[in-house]
């Protein structure tokens, strides 16, 4: 079992910028299971939506909402990813959730989220 653990949400300006980190652990076998690491979130009455993830490699993606103003990346060695929120809007306020995928299979752990709220 892996565990998330996210940290860096809060109340921002229209404008302002927030970096949001998810520590992951577990034991050495479940760590070097997951490939795919990232965020996603979600509105009050919205569906779940990917934010951007990143690849142990490196290849990220990115929501088209988020493009050119947040940056994920990753360190392997800490067990960590961060999400970098440069003008944030009224629109990003969520939850915002850790997510970490197995390679092999299509099992996915999730943190406990963290909540972004942008005021206008």
């Known amino acids: 079992q892996v565990q998330l653990v996210e940290s860096g949400g809060g109340l921002v300006q229209a404008g302002g910028s927030l970096r949001l980190s998810c520590a992951a652990s577990?034991?050495?076998?479940?760590?070097?299971?997951?490939?795919?690491m990232g965020w996603y979130r979600q509105a009050p009455g919205k569906q779940r939506e990917l934010v951007a993830a990143?690849?142990?490699?490196?290849?990220?993606d990115y929501a088209d909402s988020v493009k050119g103003r947040f940056t994920i990346s990753r360190d392997n060695a800490k067990n960590m990813v961060y999400l970098q929120m440069n003008s944030l809007n009224p629109e990003d306020s969520a939850v915002y959730y850790c997510?970490?995928?197995?390679?092999?299979?299509?099992?996915?752990?999730w943190g406990q989220g963290t909540q972004v709220t942008v005021s206008s």
């Open positions: 997510h970490a995928a197995r390679h092999y299979d299509t099992y996915v752990y």
């Open positions: 577990g034991s050495i076998l479940s760590i070097i299971s997951i490939n795919a």
């Open positions: 990143i690849t142990r490699d490196g290849s990220t």
